[in-house]
C-alpha cells in the first residue's frame, strides 16, 4: 500500500548512538523527503533528494545525514549529534524531476525514542 | 526560507456544520498549496490541493480558495461527518520544497 516502506516502526536507542531509518519505494519516484514530526509543529524537513548521488539540507538537517545511493532507497541517519532525536519520522517521495506541484506519497512513518 | 501559520490549532464542530482552517504563507514565489490529512496513528494523504493560477477548487464536501495578493489559503469541510475527525496540515511549495503549517486538530462531535 502506498509504495513507501518505512522500517522498523518503533526503535529505541540509548543517548550516544547513532541510528538509521530505513526508507525504500517502489513507486519510481525520483524525488525523496526526510520529515520530523513533532506534536504541535507540524512536518519539519531534514533532507531531500531529487535525484541519485545528490541531496540537498532541509530546515532542520543539524546532527543527521543521509544517502541516495539507489533511486529506491534514502536512508536517514539520526547521529549522537542531534540534540533532541526523539520524534516521528516520515520519509515520503514524489513523482519524476520537472513536477514542481506534485503531491508527496509518505511512508508510515518511525517513532524513534531516544533514552 | 517559506515560513507557513495555520490557524486554528484545534476546531470542534458538531456533525453537519462546516469547518474552516486558515493559511498564509510568506514567500511570494510559492505557487503550490497543498492540504493533508492525517487519522491518528496513520501517515499523511493529500486531500486537495491548488495551484498559484487557480483561485478556486472544490472537491464534493472539500473546497480550498487562494488569494495569492494576500498570501493566505484557506480549506473549507461542508457537512462535517465523524471520519473528518483527523489533524490537516497545509502547505506551501518552493524550490520543490514543501513547508508544513504546524497542524489543525478538528473533531466532529456527533
Known amino acids: 500500500d502506498g509504495g513507501i516502506t518505512q522500517s522498523p516502526k518503533y526503535l529505541f536507542r540509548k543517548e550516544g548512538q547513532n541510528v538509521t531509518l530505513s526508507c525504500e519505494q517502489n513507486?519510481?519516484?525520483?524525488?525523496m523527503y526526510w520529515y520530523r514530526q513533532d506534536p504541535g509543529q507540524g512536518l519539519r524537513l531534514i533532507y531531500y533528494s531529487q535525484i541519485v548521488n545528490d541531496f540537498q539540507k532541509g530546515d532542520i538537517a543539524e546532527g543527521y545525514s543521509v544517502s541516495r545511493e539507489k533511486k529506491e532507497s534514502f536512508p536517514l541517519t539520526v547521529t549522537s549529534a542531534q540534540k533532541n532525536p526523539t520524534a516521528f519520522y516520515l520519509c515520503a517521495s514524489s513523482p519524476p524531476l520537472g513536477g514542481w506541484d506534485s503531491p508527496l506519497h509518505f511512508g508510515n512513518g518511525t517513532r524513534l525514542t531516544v533514552t | 526560507g517559506e515560513n507557513v501559520e495555520q490557524h486554528p490549532s484545534t476546531l470542534s464542530v458538531q456533525e453537519g456544520d462546516s469547518a474552516v482552517i486558515k493559511c498564509t504563507y510568506s514567500?511570494?514565489?510559492?505557487?503550490?498549496f497543498p492540504w493533508y490529512k492525517q487519522e491518528l496513528g496513520k501517515r499523511p494523504q493529500l486531500i486537495i490541493d491548488?495551484?498559484?493560477?487557480?483561485g478556486e477548487k472544490k472537491d464534493q464536501r472539500i473546497a480550498v480558495t487562494l488569494n495569492k495578493t494576500a498570501k493566505h489559503f484557506s480549506l473549507h469541510i461542508t457537512e462535517t461527518q465523524p471520519e473528518d475527525s483527523a489533524v490537516y496540515f497545509c502547505a506551501a511549495s518552493h524550490d520543490y520544497k514543501l513547508s508544513f503549517g504546524a497542524g489543525t486538530t478538528v473533531t466532529v462531535r456527533a
Open positions: 514567500d511570494s514565489a510559492s505557487n503550490y
Open positions: 513507486l519510481n519516484h525520483d524525488a
Open positions: 491548488i495551484r498559484s493560477n487557480v
